[in-house]
């Protein structure tokens, strides 16, 4: 079984970068055919696309986000990582991971201060 742990910074200053990994157990993130998603969830909003990383390396995002948003892979620790930067108090959010047609991790809260 899949299962995925988030970990982040929990408070970030507003025009810093957020960073936050996800780490896998349970499958290679470089196994074929296993696309590892980012997913967001602003309070009282629902769930946003951020953009994935495929088993290959390649990524994709979302126009919303691709200009400040990258996403990274360690595949010696199995972990993906999400970098966005310039934050905003908009970007205070549930960041949820999730292997694409899989499991979900659980998420982590990141709060933007300004």
């Known amino acids: 079984q899949v299962q995925l742990q988030e970990s982040g910074p929990g408070l970030v200053k507003a025009s810093q970068t957020l960073s936050v990994t996800c780490t896998v157990s349970?499958?290679?993130?470089?196994?074929?055919?296993?696309?590892w998603m980012w997913i967001r969830q602003p309070p009282g909003k629902g769930l946003e696309y951020m953009g994935l990383?495929?088993?290959?390396?390649?990524?994709e995002y979302d126009p919303s986000f691709e200009s400040r948003t990258v996403i990274s892979r360690d595949t010696s620790k199995n972990h993906v990582t999400l970098q966005l930067t310039s934050v905003t108090a908009e970007d205070t959010a549930v960041y949820y991971c999730?292997?694409?047609?899989?499991?979900w991790g659980p998420g982590t809260q990141v709060t933007v201060s300004s």
């Open positions: 990383i495929a088993f290959t390396g390649v990524t």
């Open positions: 999730l292997l694409w047609g899989g499991s």
């Open positions: 349970g499958a290679s993130i470089t196994s074929a055919g296993h696309w």
